[in-house]
């Protein structure tokens, strides 16, 4: 995917998560709001996996399911969802931390529990 295809595909994730939170407000589980995102993108002709377990590779080992991340869509941008009180930087961490084991290059990090859901929206990147 160019660099053209991954921003539009990120436009339109971020335009979701919008319609998701307009319509639920903040203050349900994470679950909760992974579902209803992840059909919003799938109504949008998009692939989307969730709770995907991924392996790590290490100096010749390889655990099988080493980290679970919240959400992929369309193979290519990696999603984290949080319902909590302030992201911290360990949570980007742990989203660049993904990206880099993974190979891809754009992660978004959403805070569900904000009363304006533009703030609860964190890009990050990976060589990009």
Not at 21 to 31: D, Q, R, V
Not at 69 to 78: A, E, F, K, S
């Amino acid at each position: 995917m160019n660099r053209s295809e991954l921003e539009g595909l990120a436009r339109e994730t971020v335009d979701c998560v919008f319609k998701v939170h307009s319509a639920l407000g903040p203050g349900l589980l994470e679950s909760a709001y992974q579902a209803c995102l992840a059909h919003e993108l799938q109504k949008r002709g998009y692939r989307v996996a969730t709770e995907v377990l991924l392996p790590l590779r290490y100096d010749g080992l390889e655990i099988e399911k080493a980290f679970r991340v919240d959400m992929l869509v369309h193979d290519t941008v990696l999603i984290e969802n949080k319902v909590t009180q302030e992201v911290l930087p360990v949570h980007k961490s742990q989203v660049f931390t993904y990206l880099k084991l993974t190979g891809l290059q754009l992660g978004l990090l959403i805070n569900w529990n904000t009363r304006l859901i533009k703030h609860g929206i964190s890009r990050v990147v990976n060589n990009l």
